[in-house]
């Protein structure tokens, strides 16, 4: 007979692995990856957040912050001859980035397709002509 030391009941369920196969993305709070690219005339800004609507994003510039937020409101409703049933899921994130000064914020586009939103977002003129410069350490 092997004796195993147990935590109580509610701390093993939640902390099985297969938890979130039981409970999926509904009840969970997750940030969504980004990776940003800067190249010559732009900043680019990739968004992985599958599931969405184009409509559940909410993309603000206020002074040089960049607020990117979504939200999602599900409800599923059956009935039957004896009883209705009602689930509501909801789930919403918000990121936020500090701009540089050498962006122009008149030039902001916006894309949403296959579960990634693509923000580009174009520099300054005079942000464009800035060359990099590699020094030599002697």
Known sequence: MT???RKNLLTDFFDNEHFFDIFPNELVSRTPSVNIIENGKEFKIELSAPGLKKEDFKIDIDNSTLTIS???EVEQKEEKEHYTKREFSYSSFSRSFLLPD???KDQVKANYEDGLLKIQIGKKEE??????KQIKVS
């Open 102 to 104: 050498t962006v122009n």
């Open 3 to 5: 004796l195993t030391k």
């Open 127 to 132: 942000a464009k002509q800035i060359e990099k």
């Open 70 to 72: 979504a939200e999602k």
